[in-house]
Nanobody, 122 residues
Framework: VQLQASGGGLVQAGGSLRLSCAAS????????MGWFRQAPGKEREFVAI????????YYADSVKGRFTISMDNAKNTVSLQMSSLKPEDTAVYYC????????????????WGQGTLVTVSS
């Protein structure tokens, strides 16, 4: 499984961005898909997850109500729509695929994309 994240960039506080994660191989029927982020000097943290069926989503409290995760099975992509962005959302965002657990724990994910940088200016 190969994951390719894209869509990052520079945006002003209050703005929006849409991240995409393109997956190769058999993924969405087999893996739960998550988004994580890592700010400079900080540990990687969970942002959102969507179940392999697409029927369940879960968000970190810090992004709940502002971010929306979705999947497009036909295009083999998972997206993260980010709105009302804050400077504290600045980080490298990673998509990941997890086979065994519907989880927030980065260590339980099997495959990772390369990351895309989101910078939110104040």
């Amino acid at each position: 499984v190969q994951l390719q994240a894209s869509g990052g960039g520079l945006v002003q506080a209050g703005g929006s961005l849409r991240l995409s994660c393109a997956a190769s191989g058999r993924t969405f029927s087999v893996y739960d898909m998550g988004w994580f982020r890592q700010a400079p000097g900080k540990e990687r943290e969970f942002v959102a997850i969507i179940s392999r069926s697409g029927g369940s989503t879960y968000y970190a409290d810090s992004v709940k109500g502002r971010f929306t995760i979705s999947m497009d099975n036909a295009k083999n992509t998972v997206s993260l729509q980010m709105s009302s962005l804050k400077p504290e959302d600045t980080a490298v965002y990673y998509c990941a695929a997890g086979r065994d657990y519907y989880t927030e724990r980065p260590g339980d994910y099997n495959y990772w994309g390369q990351g895309t940088l989101v910078t939110v200016s104040s």
